[in-house]
């Protein structure tokens, strides 16, 4: 289907530094964090909106590692897409994309906050703790 995705130039910066201030492990772990983060906001995106493919590389085995059919299962339930779906690439990085920013913004106003905190308190909203 797919060997590689990037990130838009502009969120290459942001995932180093996601990655460095949460200390959460590499590069791919905020990746997968960030496309998933932005599928839970339960927001469909808009094709027409994919930003260019300046930024991190990551290929499918680094970005899903084992779990490769659970991240496409993901993308595919939430799009209504068939697994062999041509624009699956594309949609991915939007939700990539998508996280890293959303992220980073809600990031910008808790300078103190870690990596875990992080993931507790959105795993909190998710659930409805």
């Known amino acids: 289907m797919f060997s590689q995705i990037k ?3 502009e969120n290459k ?3 180093s530094q996601l990655t460095r201030r949460l200390n959460l492990g590499t590069e791919n772990v905020i990746a997968r964090i960030a496309y998933t983060y932005s599928l839970s906001q ?3 995106l808009d094709i027409k ?15 899903f ?5 659970l991240y496409i299962g993901m993308i595919c339930t939430h799009y209504g897409f068939y697994k062999t779906d041509k624009d699956i690439p594309k949609y991915i990085k939007l939700h990539i994309d998508d996280g890293l920013t959303i992220i980073n913004r809600e ?3 808790q300078p ?3 990596g875990f905190d992080f993931l507790v308190d959105k795993v909190g909203l998710i659930l409805n703790l």
Request: charged fraction near 40%.
């Open 7 to 9: 990130t838009s130039k």
């Open 13 to 15: 910066e942001v995932v």
């Open 42 to 44: 339960n927001k469909k």
């Open 49 to 63: 909106d994919l930003a260019d493919v300046g930024g991190k590389e990551y290929s499918k085995a680094v970005l």
């Open 65 to 69: 590692g084992d779990n490769y059919d």
């Open 107 to 109: 990031l910008e106003d």
């Open 112 to 114: 103190n906050i870690d």
